[in-house]
């Protein structure tokens, strides 16, 4: 079924608490700030089993986009925002969905090189969206249809927000330095074992300081029990190099939340912090670096990758680092590179902020300025309303 009216039907894990489902749901704001037509078709392999995981489990989704949800794509343009792998199994399982419409993947590459199963993946596509430049230079010369970056729209509800809730038992004169992260994006890449140590050199224990490193529970919809018991294994392989790295650092407060946060609980606890500090190795756009901004909060990250976009010296703390070629051990895939982030520079950093709290909190407005004109929904909303426009036009 197909109209002729103008509009998009994004295909997305729409209930989901992670990176992926978070930009969809962002997509799905510009789209109404505009008046752009959409539908969200909600992708899951086994839905019957994951409506049974969203009854008893309900904190660990999200039902922002449920009043759009549809079970058909009615609109000339499909979006699709999956992995690649599940793209490729999209069209594999449901080619139907795919027929007489002009059909986008929107993707997140973190690395220069990209695996060959995108290459032949894309080739189904009319064309690829990535939202950053650091994206669109690893997929540009490598895929044989166009990459073209769009504007990533950002927008949080401020007036939800309940920062209070997770300053009760911290006293207002601690400085806290937040870092959040899944395991299941990347241990390595994200770099936390990095920013203990960085901080263990900044701060003792007679420090009013504060570092917390927000994780997330292991959970997963599969039905196949192998690949849960080998993902469950590899997330508790990881913890335990985070706990014992923490355990390490005793002479400095650390603190683990290891809790499933709502929505509203994540960003309640971003704007509850007093520096966002990541020391990430790459970022295909750096989501939570961008809301941290956007709620007002200075970041330290490193100067490297998809973040750049929105982040520079008069609005950021940004980390010197060196190119480094990436183990095989890291599953990265063969040749690739990233960025190893200066320590000791980290440290320096963490301190200016923890001695010039004034200098940092008015970094922290500006850098909510600069980052809210960059993502504005209406200003992306147009964008992707002219992008869907010249698709349709040069079908």
């Known amino acids: 079924m197909r109209t002729a009216e103008l509009g998009m039907n994004i295909a997305c894990d729409a ?31 086994h839905p019957r089993l994951y409506s049974i995981y969203r009854k008893f489990f309900r904190n660990q989704f999200d039902l922002t986009l449920d009043r759009y949800a549809s079970t058909l794509n009615v609109y000339p343009i499909n979006l699709i925002r999956l992995m690649p792998d599940a793209t490729k199994r999209l069209l594999t399982s449901n080619p139907q969905y795919f ?12 690395f220069p090189r990209i695996p060959s199963e995108w290459i032949s993946t894309s080739r189904a596509f009319d064309e690829i969206w990535v939202i950053s430049e650091f994206m669109r230079k690893n997929m540009a010369d490598k895929l044989p249809v166009p ?3 769009i504007r990533y729209p950002l927008f949080i509800d401020e007036g939800s ?31 936390p074992v990095a920013l203990i ?20 529970p292991f959970f997963s919809s599969s039905v196949n029990p192998m690949h849960t018991i080998r993902v469950t294994r590899l997330a508790r392989e990881k913890a335990r190099i985070l706990k014992t790295a923490v355990r390490e650092a005793d002479k400095a407060n650390i603190r683990i939340i290891d809790e499933r946060f709502t929505r509203l609980e994540f960003m309640s606890l971003l704007a509850s912090s007093d520096c966002y500090a990541s020391m990430h190795r790459a970022e295909g756009f750096g989501q939570v670096l961008a809301q941290s901004m956007y709620l007002g909060k200075p970041v330290i990250a490193t100067g490297y990758s998809g ?5 520079n010296k008069d609005n950021s703390l940004l980390l010197r680092f ?59 909303g147009n964008e992707i309303r002219e992008e869907c426009a010249r698709l349709c036009v040069n079908q």
């Open 15 to 45: 209930y989901g608490l992670h990176s992926f489902a978070e930009s969809a749901r962002q997509m799905a704001f510009a789209c109404n700030a505009v008046g752009l037509p959409f539908v969200v078709n909600d992708i899951q392999w």
């Open 99 to 110: 027929d007489r419409k002009i059909n986008v993947a929107m993707w997140s590459p973190d």
């Open 147 to 149: 990459v073209k970056r």
């Open 161 to 191: 927000i309940e920062a209070k809730k997770f300053r009760e038992d911290i006293p207002d004169d601690v400085c806290v330095f937040l870092f959040a992260f899944e395991y299941s994006g990347g241990f390595e890449r994200k770099n």
């Open 197 to 216: 140590e960085a901080f263990k050199r900044s701060f003792s224990k007679s420090d009013k300081a504060l570092l917390i490193i927000k994780t997330v």
């Open 307 to 311: 973040n750049l976009d929105y982040m």
């Open 322 to 380: 060196e190119l480094v070629k990436v183990s095989d051990s890291q599953m990265s895939g063969e040749g690739n590179v990233w960025a190893e982030p200066d320590v000791d520079h980290a440290s320096q950093l963490m301190r200016w902020v923890y001695e010039h709290r004034k200098e940092a909190r008015e970094l922290g407005v500006r850098a909510s300025k600069s980052l809210q004109d960059f993502t504005n929904p209406q200003t992306a």
